[in-house]
């Protein structure tokens, strides 16, 4: 009976040393598997880390650009008005607080982009003469020009411009995507100063026509937005987008210059001349007015600039 006691005694502690020694195993296994994965999270973290790192280094790198453009600017500002005499024959030392008084907001892209060197193309704010502040989208010019002012985009042949009269007044759309400027808008800038017309017509996958005015305005509400272009420049197509004293029709409008079913069958708000009834039924005119299209306009003055 003794025997059987110690034999059982003997057994169990037996197990107990087995189970604990397993146990232990286990707990080693899992506190490496753990350690494994603590390691991997924090490799992840630490690649994002500096990659966000290098991507506010690139953004800071940026704006001390744009900060020491401004700085430059302010210089030249100061300058200018320092050596501008004042009523008693001597030279005019300003204030800071009377320079920031005298700061003249942008009228146009061409005030924000003077030339290739001066910035980005992108959304900026612009103060035509006795208009509050709106938003454009600027194009730089590739050929060290002054920046162009986009009135309208159009990406592809769709309804977004088969509008009424008052969107097109007002203007409509997105400034990086289909977007119109509106009459009104267009209207003061191209009465504030002589500007330059540049309109682009996509054909086919990457064909590109492009026009050329050197003058472009409209009249005001009372003319219909009558359209003054002047030398004109289309080469390749057997259309004119543009045609001198046209007037601007949508599709709802009941106009006394009567070419509102120009409108209606384009199914896109434009400056129709009388030649629209001509290609009413041409699918080719159909195509080209409403053909992915841009247009800019910068002022006339930039060309005499240098």
């Not at 030279?91 to 003249?104: A, F, K, M, T």
């Not at 305005?217 to 001198?244: C, D, H, M, P």
């Not at 069958?265 to 129709?272: E, Q, T």
């Amino acid at each position: 009976m003794i025997k059987l006691l110690r034999g059982f005694v003997t057994a169990v502690l037996f197990s107990i040393v087995i189970f604990t020694n397993a146990f232990f195993a286990d707990n080693k296994r899992t506190a490496e598997s753990q350690t494994d994965t603590l390691n991997t999270l924090l490799t992840v973290l630490t690649e994002y880390v500096l990659n966000r790192t290098a991507e506010v280094n690139t953004r800071i790198t940026k704006n001390e650009q744009r900060i020491n453009l401004l700085l430059q600017k302010q210089v030249e500002l100061e300058r200018k008005l320092n050596e501008h005499p004042s009523t008693t024959g001597k030279p005019s030392l300003l204030s800071n607080d009377e320079i920031g008084d005298s700061y003249v907001p942008p009228h146009s892209c061409a005030d924000i982009l003077p030339d290739r060197f001066a910035g980005d193309g992108g959304i900026y704010s612009i103060t035509p003469l006795n208009m509050t502040p709106f938003e454009v989208y600027c194009l730089a010019d590739p050929s060290g020009g002054c920046g162009w002012t986009l009135v309208w985009r159009r990406n592809e042949m769709n309804n977004e411009f088969n509008r009424t009269w008052t969107e097109y007044q007002n203007g409509f759309g997105a400034l990086t995507d289909n977007f119109f400027i509106g009459l009104d808008k267009l209207y003061v800038l191209t009465n504030a100063e002589a500007q330059q017309l540049r309109i682009g017509t996509k054909y086919g996958e990457n064909n590109w026509e492009f026009e050329m005015f050197e003058e472009f305005a409209i009249g005001s509400v009372r003319t219909q937005y009558e359209v003054f272009v002047k030398n004109g420049n289309n080469k390749s197509s057997i259309f004119q987008r543009l045609g001198r004293r046209a007037r601007f029709f949508t599709k709802n409008l009941e106009s006394r210059w009567g070419n509102e079913e120009c409108a209606k069958v384009m199914g896109v708000g434009w400056w129709y001349s009388d030649d629209c009834k001509t290609y009413l039924k041409s699918r080719l005119y159909y195509m080209y007015i409403n053909s992915p299209t841009y247009m800019v306009i910068r002022p006339k003055s930039c060309d005499k600039v240098g």
